[in-house]
């Protein structure tokens, strides 16, 4: 076995977290004094782990003796979005879930399996939306990530999908999914939401972000929607809503509600 690891400030548990969300052999742990964190992602090969590497930098090692906690992480199960969508780690056989859209992410990626409660009530309200819009409704998806998001919107009925990352190794992890997944017509790119010159308006805007981002960025988004389109918000601490929230009224939107699990907060919105 080897293992991925990484030293970090404590600020950006959060970020590992949502990150690594989903991958059952990851770790994420205090140092004593409380300013440090240590990421560890275990992984079978040495390859798996030195992908990781590639992505975060940090190191790896081959552990002698096997980590049987780790090891001993029950099996994530498919993730089931309403009667819709089903978020799978591994492959599964074509006629596994019938009438249903299958995407697979495999944990091993990293940057999110889709199963993070931001990512996932992302995904339920993309459905409900679904079948509320006429098919070929466009979809602007700002921090793709692993692009479950983007793949989500196109398989449930969307034509324009634009999605883009400032990572761009998250970039590439997502045109592997989309590639695995078969799923064309995808508008990707590495992009910065504060410099992208963007001139389309869209249906739907679904911006999973930190707070400190969507603060700045609502204002830009607010230009980058239709009149009475929906936007979705999410990446959102808890004690972080408030500010959002208000900031989000200030740009002209309406909020529809908001979906509270654990200590995230995503919510969705009505345009001006």
Same mark, same amino acid.
């Given at each position: 076995?080897?293992? *991925? %690891? ?13 990150? $690594? ?33 590639? !992505? $975060?930098? @940090?190191?790896?090692?081959? !552990?002698? %003796?096997?980590? *049987? ?29 019938? @009438? ?20 996932? +009530? ?14 070929? *409704?466009?979809? !602007? ?13 196109? /398989?449930? @009925?969307?034509?324009?999908? +634009? ?12 045109? !592997? ?16 939401? $504060?410099?992208?010159?963007? +001139? ?8 999973? /972000? ?13 230009? *980058? ?5 929906? /936007?979705?918000? %999410? @990446?959102? /601490? ?29 919510? %969705?919105?009505?345009?001006?």
């Amino acid at each position: 076995m080897w293992v *991925w %690891s990484k030293l970090s400030a404590v600020k950006w548990a959060d970020a590992w977290e949502e990150r $690594f969300y989903g991958n059952p052999n990851s770790v994420i742990s205090e140092i004593k004094g409380g300013k440090t964190v240590r990421v560890e992602v275990y992984c079978e090969s040495e390859s798996k782990a030195t992908e990781i590497k590639d !992505l $975060f930098g @940090g190191s790896v090692r081959e !552990l002698k %003796s096997r980590n *049987w906690v780790a090891m001993s992480a029950p099996k994530v199960e498919p993730l089931m979005i309403r009667d819709r969508l089903v978020i799978s780690q591994v492959e599964v056989a074509p006629d596994a879930y019938p @009438g249903k859209e299958v995407i697979v992410v495999p944990p091993e990626m990293a940057f999110g399996t889709g199963d993070h409660p931001t990512t996932a +009530t992302c995904l339920r309200n993309l459905v409900d939306l679904s079948s509320k819009l006429e098919t070929g *409704w466009s979809l !602007l998806d700002l921090g793709t990530g692993s692009g479950v998001l983007a793949m989500a919107g196109k /398989l449930l @009925g969307a034509g324009v999908v +634009t999605a883009f990352d400032y990572d761009g190794k998250a970039v590439e992890v997502a045109n !592997l999914n989309l590639e695995r997944n078969g799923v064309p017509g995808i508008d990707l790119f590495e992009g910065d939401v $504060f410099t992208w010159e963007n +001139t389309k308006r869209y249906e739907v805007v679904v911006a999973n /972000l930190f707070s400190t981002v969507l603060l700045e960025a609502l204002p830009l988004i607010s230009k *980058w929607i239709v009149p009475r389109g929906h /936007l979705i918000l %999410s @990446g959102i /601490l808890a004690e972080q809503w408030p500010a959002i929230g208000e900031k989000a009224e200030e740009c002209g939107f309406e909020c529809l509600g908001e979906k509270v699990i654990g200590k995230w907060v995503t919510a %969705s919105f009505l345009s001006s």
